[in-house]
Each structure stands twice: as structure tokens, then as C-alpha cells.
């Protein structure tokens, strides 16, 4: 994932900031930002439905595909809610 995807996830889910102040914050337009956003989840989506399918030889139906995308939507809000509290206990 580009270094600006991996911005984008950071002050959305680690800075909790909406997309209107990234939006502010990176000179770009709220919808940019939710579409940045949409198409980064939907990229890591496919990526472990693919990796889901080619290891684990899950069925990819609609209510498996929609379980994974919660279980992101989750892992990422704990993956940099945790790397945001861990880089303010080092300042």
C-alpha cells in the first residue's frame, strides 16, 4: 500500500478525524477523501478475500464477503487505534 493510503487510514481511524478535516489537513476535497477511503478498504477487502479463498478455500458469497468487510472495518479501527495510543505513551 502507497504511503499516502497508509496516511489517509492513520488520520482517519488512529486520529479519529473526520473526513472533512483530512480534508483540510492534505489540500484536497472531502469526497476525494471518501473516495480514497472507499477504494483503500475495497483494495485490503479483496486482498484478504483473495488470500481467504486461495488458503482457506472460502466460498466467496455475498454474506462472506460482508462479514470480511466488517471484520476490516474493525481491524483497522483497533490496528491504529492502538498504533495512535502507542506513539503518544513515546512522546
Known amino acids: 500500500m ?3 493510503k497508509k496516511t489517509l487510514l492513520a ?3 488512529g486520529q479519529q478525524l473526520t473526513q472533512q478535516q483530512i480534508a483540510q489537513q492534505l ?3 472531502q469526497y476525494t477523501v471518501s473516495r480514497r477511503l472507499s477504494s483503500t478498504k ?3 477487502l479483496k486482498a484478504i478475500a483473495q ?3 486461495e488458503t482457506l478455500h ?3 458469497t455475498s ?3 460482508q462479514q470480511m468487510s466488517l471484520v476490516l472495518e ?3 479501527q483497533v490496528q491504529y487505534d492502538t498504533k495512535s495510543a502507542l506513539s503518544q505513551e513515546h512522546r
Request: hydrophobic residues 50%.
Open 42 to 44: 475495497e483494495i485490503l
Open 74 to 76: 474493525e481491524w483497522l
Open 58 to 60: 472460502i466460498s466467496l
Open 51 to 53: 488470500w481467504s479463498q
Open 11 to 13: 488520520l482517519y481511524y
Open 27 to 29: 489540500e484536497i476535497k
Open 2 to 4: 502507497i504511503r499516502n
Open 63 to 65: 454474506p462472506a464477503v
